[in-house]
């Protein structure tokens, strides 16, 4: 007890036992209280009396001795009392270890607590949070030198003192701690200011769990919020591709593994984090987890062009874009030429311009841009493409002939793609020009000019003497005002290919008509499977350029390869990502040319058609030697067909098949049909590139009904059922490993093993379904006639009753054909 602060408590002096009673109180103070027990005898310890006695007992000469015995006797005494103070103070010593320990305990636990409770109170506080942490780092940083009293050194004092004076040093440092718990000291440390000072006084430092629990803090604080933004739930859009690997699909989602799996076995789906599963399993997944899918796949390297959509505040008015079409000699090039000459947009050289099949005019402010490449090829050749370039169609018929193959044709084509056409009568200079007599013809073809109260604008005019091309130009112009053409000038440049050729000296050089924002000097492009960066910008006039914007034809130089006509141009941002767009096109191309074969066969179109119900329109070509022919074949294909199906003719037309004839029909994935004419030898090449299929016809009769085939392939087979054979069910035997056999009779026809069966109970169908066997006494067979017996078991039925008959069907699937 000496040791207790040098205060010696009230006892009952040498002669007692003492020991100690520990009380404990509230959060968790104790308080240790030393019990002293009076001993029964003080004077004369026992063992010494004894041995007094046995000695006494031995000899008689104890009386001689009595002083050196009391002297010994005291001796031992003070030797038993020394070791009574040695133990006791051993026990206080062990004692007082056991309480050190377990008050460290306690602290440690209080301490947990302590941080729980601050934790739940930081939570409420989350908001204010950010502002008092930096208030508290400066607090932190104005008294470096101030050792935090951390709970392993508030419990050491604690431990220190044992007696009831200790009280008020144990309970200073928690209570310290809840005063200003709004802002407790201890939280500097979890602010993640861990000063020099506090690392040294290594009040914390044999403490680990405080530095991971500080390092865990610093993390919260460093994604910036409070403790329980984690619980918060974030909804990410998810790439997915095509197939995805489910840990892969769990890391895009930041969703953890084994959710994600648990989530896909809740769908019957039982996979592991290392398989693949399909997009659609995955997007299933995806929108449980509350998260938004969007779907990749490999041609998403194109998706660096900028597909932004404009919005209307950012177009402007462009020019028109104007194809010149019809039959040739009817003065296609002899306008393009006039126009040309009279209104190249700055004709000061004398109107002598550079031929980059295109070039622009001006009437009045608007400016017009004129396709330069007379002839249907490049028109639907760009549209097979899907460079829909051309805005306007100006269709060139001359006065003095008629509406020719060609002109129908060019109709055709305008209608195909949608563009409204303004009529040219040309040659009105001509005797005998006759524009009436056109548009007459031109009605036949549904194509009804202003003069005959349609709304097709007509102008007749002379290429030759120039008589109308004003006319004809302001036409062009109403045109363009109607059709409110826009564009967004302030984009990166997107353009349609018109021409390209290898030039010698310039290298690879492609005319293109811009058609979206604005292509410039050193702009990088991909242009179909070509990419290259804009060395120099040639206009039509021959100058070189620096910009060229929307409807603004200019030649490009500056390409790794030559482009075809009607390539798409793209500016992207990076030559790599050209690079790789123009790679990947180059090699779908490939795949597309090797399994093209025969694209459009009436063969596939049938399967096509069978897979897609939803088709219902099968759309031809068909060219023949004479005008007649051609009639006949119209009208024979116009009687094919039903509400469900019908035959498109898209064009009709007499002469050999030529090259826009199959670039016609790949634009609309039409088969091509000669009527006793043959394709000439680059429609042939073009056809067998481009996978068109021509078919060959002699006889009317033979064409009609191929067509009728190729027709019916749209319509649904029909189902039909035969009735073969009933059996009446006698009797139903068990049989091990195969169930229930039925003993039956064949009454009727004949029963067939791999037929369909019914069983009728009651004249009432109860099941339907296929027979696991047919035995006529052990052997399994094919057929049981009528009147023979026979066992009978259904594949994955029963219930078999006697009294059941059973019903035997074939099915037989019947293509219906177009009467
Ligand atoms: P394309 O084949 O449609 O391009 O027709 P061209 O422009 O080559 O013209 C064919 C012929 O018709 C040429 O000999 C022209 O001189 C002639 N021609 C074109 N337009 C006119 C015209 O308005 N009046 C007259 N008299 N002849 C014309």
Not at 119 to 130: G, K, M, T, V
Not at 648 to 660: C, F, K, Q, W, Y
């Amino acid at each position: 007890m000496s040791d207790q602060d040098g205060k010696k408590p009230l006892g009952l002096g040498g002669g007692s036992r003492s020991g100690t009673v520990k009380q404990s109180f509230a959060r968790g103070r104790t308080n240790n209280v030393v019990v002293e027990t009076k001993r029964k005898r003080v004077q004369v310890p026992k063992p010494g009396a004894q041995s007094a006695a046995a000695v006494n007992a031995q000899g008689g000469r104890q009386t001689s001795t009595t002083d050196a015995e009391m002297d010994r006797r005291l001796r031992a005494l003070q030797a038993a009392k020394a070791r009574e103070a040695e133990d006791a103070e051993r026990r206080a010593a062990e004692e007082r270890a056991r309480e050190e320990e377990r008050s460290r305990r306690r602290a440690e636990i209080e301490a947990k607590e302590r941080e729980e409770r601050e934790r739940a109170e930081l939570a409420r506080q989350r908001a204010e949070e950010d502002e008092r942490r930096q208030r508290e780092a400066v607090e932190a940083k104005s008294r470096p030198a101030e050792p935090t009293p951390a709970p392993a050194a508030a419990a050491e004092p604690r431990q220190r003192n044992l007696g009831p004076d200790a009280r008020p040093g144990r309970t200073d440092a928690p209570r310290k701690r809840e005063d200003d718990s709004g802002k407790p000291r201890g939280n500097d440390r979890r602010a993640g200011k861990l000063t020099v000072n506090q690392a040294l006084a290594g009040g914390e430092g044999g403490r680990q769990r405080s530095l991971a629990s500080m390092r865990r803090k610093q993390e919260r604080q460093r994604r910036g919020g409070g403790g329980n933004v984690q619980q918060e739930k974030v909804a990410r859009t998810v790439q997915l591709p095509d197939t995805i690997v489910v840990s892969e699909l769990a890391n895009r989602m930041t969703e953890r593994v084994a959710a994600v799996v648990k989530a896909l076995m809740q769908n019957g789906m039982m996979v592991t984090q290392n398989q693949v599963i399909d997009a659609d399993t995955a997007e299933l997944i995806i929108e449980e987890f509350g998260h938004r899918v969007q779907r990749v796949s490999e041609a998403d390297v194109e998706q660096v062009i900028d597909q932004v959509e404009d919005t209307p505040e950012n177009l402007q008015p462009r020019a028109p874009v104007i194809t010149i079409m019809g039959h040739v000699d009817h003065g296609k090039t002899s306008l393009l030429d006039a126009i040309r000459k009279t209104k190249v947009v700055s004709g000061e050289a004398g109107g002598i311009t550079q031929h980059i099949g295109a070039y622009q005019v001006k009437v009045g402010d608007t400016k017009l841009s004129f396709l330069d490449t007379p002839g249907h090829a490049a028109f639907t050749s760009m549209r097979a493409r899907g460079a829909q370039v051309t805005d306007i169609v100006v269709l060139v018929v001359a006065a003095d002939d008629a509406v020719m193959p060609q002109t129908v044709e060019a109709i055709n084509h305008a209608k195909a793609a949608g563009v409204p056409m303004i009529v040219a009568i040309n040659k009105m200079d001509r005797q005998g020009a006759d524009a009436n007599r056109v548009r007459a013809e031109l009605l036949q073809h549904e194509v009804v000019v202003e003069e005959m109260s349609g709304d097709v604008q007509d102008v007749e005019v002379s290429a030759q003497t120039g008589k109308g091309l004003d006319s004809l130009l302001e036409a062009i112009a109403l045109q363009a005002e109607i059709l409110e053409l826009k564009a967004n000038p302030n984009r990166a440049a997107q353009g349609a290919v018109i021409e390209a050729q290898l030039d010698v000296g310039r290298g690879p050089v492609a005319t293109v008509l811009v058609q979206n924002g604005t292509l410039r000097r050193g702009d990088i492009f991909v242009v179909g499977e070509q990419w290259g960066k804009v060395r120099a910008l040639v206009n039509d006039q021959g100058e070189r350029v620096n910009e060229a914007g929307p409807s603004v034809p200019v030649e490009v130089l500056g390409l790794n390869g030559t482009p075809a006509a009607g390539d798409v141009l793209n500016v992207v941002e990076t030559e790599a990502q050209a690079r790789e767009i123009a790679e990947y096109r180059e090699h779908a191309a490939k795949d597309k040319r090797a399994a093209a074969g025969a694209a459009t066969t009436l063969d596939q179109l049938m399967a096509k058609a069978k897979e897609d119900r939803g088709v219902s329109e099968l759309p031809i070509l068909v060219k023949a030697d004479v005008q007649g022919s051609a009639e006949a074949i119209m009208q024979a294909m116009e009687k094919v067909g039903n509400d469900e199906v019908r035959v498109r003719v898209l064009h009709s037309g007499v002469g050999a098949i030529t090259e826009s004839d199959i670039t016609l029909a790949e634009a609309s994935k039409a088969p091509v049909i000669g009527f006793n004419v043959r394709a000439n030898a680059p429609a042939r090449a073009a056809a067998n590139q481009k996978g068109v299929e021509i078919r060959y016809y002699s006889v009317i009769y033979d064409l009609v009904d191929d067509v009728k085939q190729a027709a019916s392939g749209l319509l649904s087979a029909e189902i039909k059922e035969h009735f073969i054979g009933y059996a009446e069910i006698r009797e139903v035997f068990r049989v091990t490993g195969v169930g229930n056999v039925a003993g039956c009779l064949v009454t009727e026809g004949v029963a067939r093993r791999s037929a369909g069966v019914r069983l009728l109970r009651d004249n009432v169908v109860v099941h339907e379904g296929t027979l696991k066997t047919l035995k006529r006494f052990k052997d399994e067979v094919r057929e049981v006639q009528s009147g023979q017996e026979c066992g009978m078991a259904f594949e994955n039925y029963d219930d078999v009753r006697q009294g059941d008959v059973i019903e035997i069907f074939e099915r037989e699937e019947v293509e219906r054909t177009l009467a």
